[in-house]
Nanobody, 125 residues
C-alpha cells in the first residue's frame, strides 16, 4: 500500500515562498506520475504541477515560472517549490501518485489513485 504524507504548508505573505514536501512509502517514484493539486473552499480541485518517472514536467499556466516540481527518488520524496505566491493561491495542497507512463492524463486528478492528506497553504496580502 502506497502512503503519501505532505508537509511544508503554512502561511506566507504575498510574494513569499514555501516549499512543500511529499514523503512516500515504497519504490514507486521511478515508474509513477506524481503531481500536486490544490483545492480552495468552494472551488474545484485543480492541477498545479506534475512530474513523470523520467522527469518530464508539466505546470498549470498560472504557476509557470514561479513553481517548480521535483523529486528525489533516493528519498522517495516529491517537492513543490512555490515562489512569488499570490493570495488567490490559498488552498489545501495535495500530492498524488499513480503508476502510469507520462501522458497528458498525468495532469488530471481523476487519473490518480494515491493521495496524501493535504497541507494548507495560506497567502496573505
Amino acid at each position: 500500500q502506497v502512503q503519501l504524507v505532505e508537509s511544508g504548508g503554512g502561511s506566507a505573505q504575498a510574494g513569499g515562498s514555501l516549499r512543500l514536501s511529499c514523503a512516500g512509502s515504497g519504490y514507486f517514484y521511478r515508474s509513477y506520475c506524481m503531481a500536486w493539486f490544490r483545492q480552495a473552499p468552494g472551488k474545484e480541485r485543480e492541477g498545479v504541477a506534475a512530474i513523470g518517472g523520467d522527469g518530464a514536467t508539466s505546470y498549470a499556466d498560472s504557476v509557470k515560472g514561479r513553481f517548480t516540481i521535483s523529486k528525489d527518488n533516493a528519498k522517495n520524496t516529491l517537492y513543490l517549490q512555490m515562489n512569488s505566491l499570490k493570495p488567490e493561491e490559498t488552498a489545501m495542497y495535495y500530492c498524488a501518485g499513480v503508476q502510469t507512463r507520462w501522458s497528458p492524463a498525468c495532469f488530471r486528478w481523476d487519473t490518480y489513485n494515491y493521495w496524501g492528506q493535504g497541507t494548507q497553504v495560506t497567502v496573505s496580502s
